[in-house]
């Protein structure tokens, strides 16, 4: 059996098949419509969440199976006190996979420990999305048809940003992927991820502090929000909540062929007149999220053996 708790647990083949698994369920949906019947997924999300949650279910439903879980800490009983563990051993009596988001980083790995089921990571803390990673990577395929040669600008909170963090591990491993840094120096990439991922592959990036420094190189521009949930301060918050707004404006210097994406929830940092831009391709990755948790749900189930 095998969980899926950081993008790095996934070789670069398991990644290709998975991408080539969601292509093909795009292409074929009433291949796949019965392929989890009797199956069940439970999502146990002790942090907010709507596309995450929502398209895991969505994705369990239109493959044939059904979910059960909770949506928020206060209706489980961790706010009893169980801990994480236990509630992984009950929970893989019920279902035969799960996805769990939960705000203390390493979470989903200690659940891991004591399920008999596979268990996904929908989200730990500041620390990893690897489902997110998934659908930024079929997005980038579906749009791109290559990850090699890449110049991939990241935009925002850069320091709590976990999707940043699993996307720079995952693209890390592709051909001549460069990578634009744009943050303020109070929310740039955690040093670890500067010395255990970028400095060691090899990977060429630069870190600048306007947006305006990096456009006109970039084939993909990945915005993200400013984690207001994980400062210390209201007022380090507000110091740095509009930082950063892509407006049609500041793409004047951008590539044509630019993919603009972001993992959602915005706040302000995309204005709406860019959503008609035909480089916006935020509600697109959101769609595909749907689809690679489908290819995702169907091999760690078949990896599991509960399905052949
Ligand atoms: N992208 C993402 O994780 O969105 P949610 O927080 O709505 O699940």
Not at 75 to 97: F, L, N, P, Q, R
């Amino acid at each position: 059996m095998r969980h899926l708790l950081d993008t790095t647990d996934l070789s670069l083949k398991e990644i290709d098949d998975m991408i080539a698994l969601a292509v093909d369920i795009i292409n074929n949906k009433e291949k796949y419509a019965h392929i989890c019947d009797g199956k069940k997924l439970a999502t146990l999300f002790f942090e907010p969440s709507t596309r995450t949650r929502l398209s895991f279910e969505a994705a369990m439903m239109e493959l044939g199976g059904n979910v059960l879980g909770f949506s928020e800490a206060a209706s489980s009983s961790a706010s009893k006190g169980e801990s994480v563990e236990d509630t992984a051993v009950m929970v893989s009596c019920y279902a035969d996979i799960i996805a769990m988001r939960h705000p203390l980083e390493g979470a989903p790995r200690v659940a891991s420990f004591r399920s008999s089921v596979p268990i996904i990571n929908a989200g730990d803390g500041g620390h990893s999305h690897p489902t997110q990673t998934l659908t930024d990577l079929l997005t980038i395929y579906r749009e791109k048809g290559t990850f090699d040669n890449l110049t991939v600008g990241l935009c925002g909170d850069l320091k709590f940003g976990r999707t940043v963090h699993s996307l720079i591990k995952a693209m890390c491993r592709y051909k001549n992927v460069k990578f634009v840094l744009i943050s303020p120096k109070e929310l740039s990439v955690p040093d670890y991820i500067k010395s255990d991922v970028l400095d060691k592959s090899g990977n060429a990036y630069e870190e600048v502090e306007t947006m305006e420094q990096a456009m006109d190189k970039l084939d993909i521009l990945y915005m993200t929000r400013i984690q207001r949930e994980r400062f210390f301060s209201e007022d380090e918050y507000l110091k740095h909540k509009d930082a950063f707004v892509l407006d049609l404006d500041k793409l004047r210097t951008a590539k044509r062929d630019l993919t603009i994406m972001h993992p959602l929830p915005r706040v302000n940092e995309i204005a709406t007149e860019v959503d008609d831009d035909p480089r916006a391709k935020y509600f697109v990755q959101a769609l595909n999220g749907k689809y690679i948790r489908m290819a995702l749900i169907i091999t760690l189930l078949k990896w599991g053996g509960a399905l052949s």
